[in-house]
Protein backbone atom coordinates (compact mmCIF):
# COMPACT_ATOMS: atom_id res chain seq x y z
CA UNK A 1 0.00 0.00 0.00
CA UNK A 2 0.74 3.94 0.04
CA UNK A 3 2.48 4.52 -3.56
CA UNK A 4 2.55 7.24 -5.29
CA UNK A 5 3.51 8.04 -8.79
CA UNK A 6 5.02 10.75 -10.58
CA UNK A 7 4.50 11.45 -14.41
CA UNK A 8 6.80 11.99 -16.16
CA UNK A 9 9.98 10.38 -14.90
CA UNK A 10 12.30 12.30 -17.08
CA UNK A 11 11.53 15.25 -19.24
CA UNK A 12 14.13 17.43 -21.46
CA UNK A 13 12.83 20.70 -22.62
CA UNK A 14 13.62 24.20 -24.37
CA UNK A 15 14.34 27.66 -22.14
CA UNK A 16 10.98 28.99 -22.15
CA UNK A 17 8.75 26.35 -22.23
CA UNK A 18 6.47 25.12 -19.47
CA UNK A 19 6.86 21.37 -18.40
CA UNK A 20 3.43 19.62 -16.14
CA UNK A 21 4.53 17.42 -13.67
CA UNK A 22 1.94 14.84 -12.24
CA UNK A 23 1.66 13.40 -8.62
CA UNK A 24 -1.04 10.36 -8.15
CA UNK A 25 -1.39 8.65 -4.77
CA UNK A 26 -2.67 4.85 -6.24
CA UNK A 27 -4.18 3.15 -3.01
CA UNK A 28 -4.96 5.68 -0.75
CA UNK A 29 -6.77 9.52 -0.81
CA UNK A 30 -4.34 12.20 0.08
CA UNK A 31 -5.21 15.04 1.46
CA UNK A 32 -1.79 16.95 1.49
CA UNK A 33 0.63 16.56 -1.16
CA UNK A 34 4.10 18.57 -1.01
CA UNK A 35 6.72 19.35 -3.75
CA UNK A 36 10.53 19.29 -3.20
CA UNK A 37 13.22 19.67 -5.47
CA UNK A 38 16.70 18.22 -4.93
CA UNK A 39 19.53 19.29 -6.70
CA UNK A 40 22.71 16.72 -7.05
CA UNK A 41 24.29 15.67 -3.00
CA UNK A 42 22.35 17.47 -1.63
CA UNK A 43 18.77 17.37 0.31
CA UNK A 44 15.33 17.50 -0.38
CA UNK A 45 13.97 20.92 -0.19
CA UNK A 46 10.12 21.76 0.64
CA UNK A 47 8.84 24.27 -2.02
CA UNK A 48 4.90 23.63 -1.36
CA UNK A 49 2.19 21.92 0.34
CA UNK A 50 -0.67 21.24 -1.49
CA UNK A 51 -4.29 20.62 0.11
CA UNK A 52 -6.87 18.96 -1.93
CA UNK A 53 -9.20 21.89 -3.42
CA UNK A 54 -7.69 24.76 -1.92
CA UNK A 55 -4.64 27.17 -2.47
CA UNK A 56 -0.90 25.42 -2.36
CA UNK A 57 1.58 27.44 0.47
CA UNK A 58 4.76 28.11 -0.69
CA UNK A 59 8.16 28.14 0.79
CA UNK A 60 9.68 31.38 1.42
CA UNK A 61 12.04 32.08 -2.04
CA UNK A 62 9.78 29.93 -4.21
CA UNK A 63 8.17 31.86 -6.86
CA UNK A 64 4.45 30.73 -7.00
CA UNK A 65 3.71 32.44 -10.40
CA UNK A 66 6.46 30.02 -11.56
CA UNK A 67 6.10 27.04 -9.76
CA UNK A 68 2.04 26.33 -10.38
CA UNK A 69 0.72 23.82 -8.37
CA UNK A 70 -3.10 22.49 -8.60
CA UNK A 71 -4.29 19.71 -6.11
CA UNK A 72 -7.62 18.95 -8.04
CA UNK A 73 -8.75 15.87 -6.39
CA UNK A 74 -7.57 13.84 -3.43
CA UNK A 75 -5.61 11.30 -5.66
CA UNK A 76 -3.77 14.06 -7.96
CA UNK A 77 -1.63 16.94 -7.63
CA UNK A 78 0.31 18.58 -10.70
CA UNK A 79 3.29 21.08 -10.63
CA UNK A 80 3.73 23.03 -13.69
CA UNK A 81 6.94 24.67 -14.15
CA UNK A 82 6.44 28.00 -16.21
CA UNK A 83 8.96 29.67 -18.38
CA UNK A 84 11.37 26.74 -17.50
CA UNK A 85 15.48 28.03 -17.84
CA UNK A 86 18.26 26.03 -17.16
CA UNK A 87 18.86 26.98 -13.13
CA UNK A 88 15.17 24.88 -12.97
CA UNK A 89 16.87 21.64 -14.08
CA UNK A 90 16.65 19.51 -11.06
CA UNK A 91 14.91 16.73 -9.59
CA UNK A 92 11.25 17.02 -8.18
CA UNK A 93 10.03 14.62 -6.09
CA UNK A 94 6.56 14.92 -4.70
CA UNK A 95 4.90 13.36 -1.18
CA UNK A 96 1.54 12.84 -0.46
CA UNK A 97 -0.37 12.29 3.80
CA UNK A 98 -3.24 9.89 4.02
CA UNK A 99 -6.86 10.76 4.78
CA UNK A 100 -6.00 8.42 7.93
CA UNK A 101 -3.47 11.17 9.15
CA UNK A 102 -0.54 9.24 9.65
CA UNK A 103 2.57 11.67 9.98
CA UNK A 104 4.46 9.37 7.49
CA UNK A 105 5.19 11.08 4.03
CA UNK A 106 5.18 8.39 1.15
CA UNK A 107 7.23 9.52 -1.36
CA UNK A 108 7.11 9.52 -5.66
CA UNK A 109 10.14 8.32 -7.61
CA UNK A 110 10.57 11.65 -8.93
CA UNK A 111 11.24 13.65 -12.11
CA UNK A 112 14.54 14.53 -13.50
CA UNK A 113 13.97 18.10 -15.38
CA UNK A 114 16.52 19.09 -18.11
CA UNK A 115 16.11 22.54 -19.21
CA UNK A 116 18.38 23.08 -22.69
CA UNK B 1 20.24 28.68 13.28
CA UNK B 2 18.27 25.52 12.45
CA UNK B 3 20.28 22.38 11.39
CA UNK B 4 19.91 19.06 10.89
CA UNK B 5 23.26 16.94 10.64
CA UNK B 6 24.41 14.09 9.01
CA UNK B 7 27.45 12.31 8.50
CA UNK B 8 28.22 13.65 4.79
CA UNK B 9 31.18 10.97 5.03
CA UNK B 10 30.58 7.26 3.54
CA UNK B 11 30.09 4.91 6.03
CA UNK B 12 31.51 1.73 4.92
CA UNK B 13 31.10 -1.74 6.50
CA UNK B 14 31.22 -5.09 6.13
CA UNK B 15 28.51 -7.29 5.52
CA UNK B 16 26.55 -8.69 8.70
CA UNK B 17 28.47 -5.73 10.96
CA UNK B 18 25.97 -3.49 12.70
CA UNK B 19 25.87 0.15 10.99
CA UNK B 20 25.16 3.13 12.73
CA UNK B 21 23.59 6.45 11.26
CA UNK B 22 23.65 9.66 12.88
CA UNK B 23 21.41 12.72 12.65
CA UNK B 24 21.91 15.31 14.91
CA UNK B 25 19.32 18.96 15.07
CA UNK B 26 20.04 21.75 16.45
CA UNK B 27 17.20 24.74 17.22
CA UNK B 28 14.41 22.31 16.82
CA UNK B 29 11.94 20.90 18.86
CA UNK B 30 10.40 18.19 16.90
CA UNK B 31 7.59 15.88 17.65
CA UNK B 32 8.73 13.14 15.82
CA UNK B 33 11.26 12.08 13.44
CA UNK B 34 11.64 9.64 10.70
CA UNK B 35 13.70 8.13 8.50
CA UNK B 36 14.15 7.37 4.73
CA UNK B 37 15.95 5.01 2.70
CA UNK B 38 17.26 6.98 -1.07
CA UNK B 39 18.49 4.93 -4.08
CA UNK B 40 20.36 7.03 -6.83
CA UNK B 41 18.11 8.62 -9.09
CA UNK B 42 14.71 7.63 -6.96
CA UNK B 43 12.56 9.20 -4.27
CA UNK B 44 13.06 8.53 -0.59
CA UNK B 45 11.56 5.11 0.86
CA UNK B 46 9.92 5.56 3.90
CA UNK B 47 11.38 3.35 6.95
CA UNK B 48 10.62 4.55 10.33
CA UNK B 49 9.03 7.20 12.35
CA UNK B 50 9.90 7.80 15.99
CA UNK B 51 7.80 10.22 18.39
CA UNK B 52 9.33 12.59 21.00
CA UNK B 53 7.95 10.47 23.62
CA UNK B 54 9.23 6.96 22.48
CA UNK B 55 13.32 6.22 23.48
CA UNK B 56 13.56 3.42 20.65
CA UNK B 57 11.56 1.87 18.06
CA UNK B 58 12.22 -1.16 15.62
CA UNK B 59 11.37 -2.54 12.54
CA UNK B 60 12.36 -6.33 11.24
CA UNK B 61 16.26 -5.58 11.07
CA UNK B 62 15.82 -1.98 11.72
CA UNK B 63 16.28 0.07 15.16
CA UNK B 64 16.01 3.94 15.73
CA UNK B 65 16.35 5.89 19.10
CA UNK B 66 15.32 9.46 19.71
CA UNK B 67 16.85 11.35 22.63
CA UNK B 68 14.85 14.69 23.21
CA UNK B 69 17.83 16.32 25.57
CA UNK B 70 20.93 15.22 22.99
CA UNK B 71 18.75 16.43 20.61
CA UNK B 72 19.66 13.19 18.33
CA UNK B 73 18.78 10.37 16.85
CA UNK B 74 20.57 6.81 16.49
CA UNK B 75 19.52 4.90 12.87
CA UNK B 76 20.87 1.22 13.46
CA UNK B 77 20.40 -1.94 10.57
CA UNK B 78 21.53 -5.16 12.08
CA UNK B 79 23.05 -8.06 10.07
CA UNK B 80 23.82 -5.71 7.13
CA UNK B 81 23.26 -6.57 3.64
CA UNK B 82 25.05 -5.28 0.57
CA UNK B 83 21.27 -4.74 -0.51
CA UNK B 84 21.21 -1.73 2.26
CA UNK B 85 23.63 0.38 0.47
CA UNK B 86 22.32 3.48 -0.12
CA UNK B 87 21.34 7.13 1.50
CA UNK B 88 20.13 7.65 4.25
CA UNK B 89 17.79 10.84 5.01
CA UNK B 90 16.51 11.26 9.05
CA UNK B 91 13.78 14.10 8.45
CA UNK B 92 12.11 15.80 11.35
CA UNK B 93 8.99 18.39 11.42
CA UNK B 94 10.43 21.45 11.24
CA UNK B 95 8.75 25.50 11.45
CA UNK B 96 5.19 24.40 10.27
CA UNK B 97 2.59 21.45 10.75
CA UNK B 98 2.95 18.39 8.64
CA UNK B 99 6.40 19.72 6.75
CA UNK B 100 9.38 18.10 6.89
CA UNK B 101 13.00 19.12 6.95
CA UNK B 102 16.04 17.03 6.15
CA UNK B 103 19.33 16.41 6.64
CA UNK B 104 21.60 15.83 3.96
CA UNK B 105 22.00 12.05 4.06
CA UNK B 106 24.59 9.74 5.07
CA UNK B 107 25.64 7.11 1.94
CA UNK B 108 26.15 3.60 3.61
CA UNK B 109 28.04 1.15 1.52
CA UNK B 110 27.80 -2.44 2.32
CA UNK B 111 30.39 -4.67 1.12
CA UNK B 112 30.34 -8.54 0.89
Known amino acids: GAVVSQHPSRVICKSGTSVKIECRSL??????MFWYRQFPKQSLMLMAT?????????EQGVEKDKFLINHASLTLSTLTVTSAHPEDSSFYIC????????????FGPGTRLTVL | SQKIEQNSEALNIQEGKTATLTCNYT??????LQWYRQDPGRGPVFLLLIRENEKEKRKERLKVTFDTTLKQSLFHITASQPADSATYLC???????????FGTGTRLLVSP
Open chain 2, 91 to 101: ALDGTGFQKLV
Open chain 2, 27 to 32: NYSPAY
Open chain 1, 50 to 58: SNEGSKATY
Open chain 1, 95 to 106: SARGLAGGDEQF
Open chain 1, 27 to 32: DFQATT
